[in-house]
């Protein structure tokens, strides 16, 4: 059974810092391809960050120089940490795993099987 626990969410100012995790089991891809999403009220589900299993990386442009996508493969957890929130930063934050694609860069949702519950994720101004 696929397990996905996201945890580090919460509330904080703009221009503050958080760190997801995600505690990842059960899945047995031999090449794994994780990343982070959002989903903030009235809109669409939006890819945030992605990470392959060689370590290579992408990230929404919305978020690059301020997220980092990263893995502990031996504790099976994924991180974002996340600097220099904005309130557009909102959302609900979403980790899923997937087999690697071709295109598991470009972190379209239905390219990922597995999804965790979420954590809320608030930046005020």
């Known amino acids: 059974q696929v397990q996905m626990v996201e945890s580090g969410g919460g509330s904080v100012q703009s221009g503050g810092s958080l760190r997801l995790s995600c505690a990842a089991s059960?899945?047995?891809?031999?090449?794994?391809?994780m990343a982070w999403f959002r989903q903030a009220p009235g809109k669409e589900r939006e890819g945030v960050a992605g990470i392959d299993s060689d370590g290579s990386t992408s990230y929404a442009d919305s978020v690059k120089g301020r997220f980092t996508i990263s893995q502990d493969i031996a504790k099976n957890t994924l991180y974002l940490q996340m600097n220099s929130l904005k309130p557009e930063d909102t959302a609900m934050y979403y980790c899923?795993?997937?087999?690697?694609?071709?295109?598991?860069?470009?972190?379209?949702?239905?390219?990922?099987?597995?999804w965790g519950q979420g954590t809320q994720v608030t930046v005020s101004s």
């Open positions: 899923a795993v997937g087999p690697r694609w071709p295109l598991s860069h470009r972190l379209q949702s239905p390219l990922f099987a597995y």
């Open positions: 059960g899945y047995t891809y031999s090449s794994p391809y």
